[in-house]
């Protein structure tokens, strides 16, 4: 496709599940970010990937939360056992270098109960 | 660390002129993001400002100073549909953005 997409665009898990998220980055793009945004918020970076190198994840939450990106194209952002604030929307962004404009996808709203 | 300040709303006038501030503080520095989001969509890029001055994309212009760690957004000619989050960000020295929490633009006729 022509933009970044995400799957599921909505998600809502039980407390203590796992869940997993997808992000199809637009075609061709080296870097790849994952971002939370709560509520009137702006978005807060979890990681970056540079082809399929997790280059920096300084801003995931917990070892609860995991990203892979293992062919350098689509990119899994898991999340076990989620607790009621992990709820948020989830972001993912990409770019055709490391420090170009990011496209976003209009991310997984994810909601736990 | 980096902080970005910028005012949580604005209202202005369609057909009007508005000017949305944004100051940052970080530890390196790529540049600086503007980025509109309206509600339950995907941030869309505005603009980017790596050296000082004013860029101009039609309706809208971003100016830069890096010595005073102060950006702005500049929207022309107001139209309902600018009605939106306008969320400003500093490409800091990792690679990742780091965003301002948004200022909620409300446009009235």
């Known amino acids: 496709g022509a933009g970044v997409s995400q799957s599921p665009r909505y998600k809502v898990a039980k407390r203590g599940q796992d869940v997993a998220l997808r992000c199809d980055p637009i075609?061709?793009?080296?870097?790849l970010f994952w971002y939370q945004q709560a509520l009137g918020q702006g978005p807060e970076f979890l990681t970056y990937f540079q082809n399929e190198a997790q280059l920096d994840k300084s801003g995931l939450p917990s070892d609860r939360f995991f990203a892979e990106r293992p062919e350098g194209s689509v990119s899994t952002l898991k999340i076990q056992r989620t607790q009621q604030e992990d709820s948020a929307v989830y972001l993912c962004?990409?770019?055709?270098?490391?420090?170009?404009?990011?496209?976003f996808g209009d991310g997984t709203r994810l909601s736990i109960l | 660390g980096q902080n970005i300040d910028q005012p949580t709303e604005m209202t202005a006038t369609e057909g009007a002129i508005v000017q949305i501030n944004c100051t940052y503080q970080?530890?390196?520095?790529?540049?600086l993001f503007w980025y509109q989001q309206h509600a339950g969509e995907a941030p869309t890029f505005l603009s980017y400002n790596v050296l000082d001055g004013l860029e101009e994309k039609g309706r809208f212009s971003s100016f830069l100073s890096r010595s005073k760690g102060y950006s702005y957004l500049l929207l022309k000619e107001l139209q309902m549909k600018d009605s939106a989050s306008y969320l400003c960000?500093?490409?800091?020295?990792?690679?990742?953005?780091?965003f301002g929490k948004g200022t909620h633009l409300i446009i009235q006729p």
């Open positions: 970080t530890s390196g520095f790529n540049g």
């Open positions: 962004a990409s770019s055709l270098a490391s420090r170009q404009p990011q496209h």
């Open positions: 075609s061709g793009h080296v870097s």
């Open positions: 960000a500093s490409g800091g020295g990792a690679d990742g953005l780091t």
